[in-house]
């Protein structure tokens, strides 16, 4: 037996038109992807998968392969960034910098995940076909 890890993200939707335009080639977070194989990107206000692009009335398949983890800690910002694909504005709203002292002393988490985005999955059973 194998376990399969795929985890759901919810975004916005403009970022998720940058992973299907293929202007975001990372996924950037501040909690560990725990050895996710693949994750699945949500609308946030409803949890629901994405409209097809192509025929928007349709919902597809929005399960990514998920590449290796990768931390790094918040002096790293700039390079995240860049990875992200995110303007600064955007990084700065999603990823607040703690600053140093302050990580320290509240317990903030002061690290970031990156993982890069592979193909997407047009099925589950087509996770599991790739596993035999």
């Known amino acids: 037996m194998k376990t399969t890890t795929i985890i ?12 299907v335009h293929g202007q975001k080639q990372f ?10 194989a693949f994750i699945r990107y949500v609308e946030p206000e409803s ?3 994405f409209p097809d ?29 860049a990875l992200s694909g995110l303007s600064e504005a955007a990084f700065a709203e999603m990823f607040p910098n703690p ?12 690290t970031l995940y990156a993982a890069p985005i592979g193909a997407r999955i047009s099925t589950l059973p087509q996770i599991f ?3 035999q």
Not at 8 to 19: E, L, Q, S
Not at 53 to 74: K, M, N, W
Not at 99 to 109: E, K, L, Q
């Open 47 to 49: 949890g629901r998968e």
């Open 27 to 36: 996924e950037v977070r501040n909690e560990s992807f725990c050895d996710a």
């Open 129 to 131: 076909e790739e596993e």
């Open 8 to 19: 759901t993200a919810k975004i916005k939707p403009y970022i998720y038109d940058m992973i």
């Open 99 to 110: 600053g140093h002292f302050f990580a320290a002393y509240t317990g903030s988490i002061n």
């Open 53 to 81: 692009p192509v025929c928007p009335c349709t919902r597809r398949s929005s399960i990514y392969r998920l590449g290796p983890e990768y931390d790094f800690d918040r002096s790293s910002d700039g390079f995240v960034q």
